[in-house]
């Protein structure tokens, strides 16, 4: 309760003093969002060019790539991203918590559940009883994917060819973008 009342004290301070606000917060919020306020814009902007100094201006071995943050489908199939870029997850019916089974499993058994199926993740959190770790219930939905990345409809037709997601890692810039940097005439220094 304790940690909860200075987080909660923090929070309003930073909104107060112009850090930041919680997302559409003129209607009610969006849960895990936030806009930067003008203080908080400053602090963001300055630490930003304090990173950018520190490990891309002031060395030679490196060079400056502002990637978008919604790419083509077939970069995201290509990488397996697709495929494989899931958690399973579970759902406490009880609070509502929602979170990662193996994890789940893994604190209260005390052994690694990594590649298990679906259907063999379920059976360890039944057979076990394993309760949730919020309320103490052990009341779980079935273990469900989560698929990590978030697609977006490109254009104002929908199908395949307008399908993109956001940027799943920030690395992917890189790799999409290595030969057009290796190409390029201009050099940073």
Request: charged share 25%; net charge neutral; glycine share 10%.
């Amino acid at each position: 309760m304790a940690d909860t009342t200075k987080m909660d004290k923090l929070v309003a301070l930073s909104k107060r003093r112009g850090f930041f606000y919680p997302g559409s917060d003129l209607y009610g919020g969006l849960a895990n969002t936030y806009d930067y306020g003008p203080m908080g814009t400053e602090l963001l902007r300055n630490i930003k060019n304090l990173w950018w100094e520190y490990f891309v201006t002031k060395r030679a071995d490196m060079v400056g790539l502002d990637a978008g943050i919604i790419s083509h489908h077939k970069i995201w199939e290509a990488s397996g991203h697709v495929a494989g870029f899931a958690d399973a997850m579970v759902d406490c019916k009880n609070c509502k918590t929602r979170m990662r089974a193996d994890h789940l499993i893994e604190d209260a058994l005390h052994q690694p559940v990594e590649g298990l199926s679906n259907e063999k993740l379920d059976e360890l959190i039944t057979s076990n009883k394993i309760k949730c770790p919020v309320c103490g219930k052990s009341d779980w939905t079935k273990v469900r994917k989560f698929n990590l990345l978030f697609p977006v409809q490109l254009g104002i037709v929908e199908g395949e060819g307008g399908a993109g997601y956001l940027r799943g890692e920030t690395a992917q810039g890189i790799f999409v973008n290595f030969q057009n940097i290796i190409n390029s005439d201009s050099t940073v220094g």
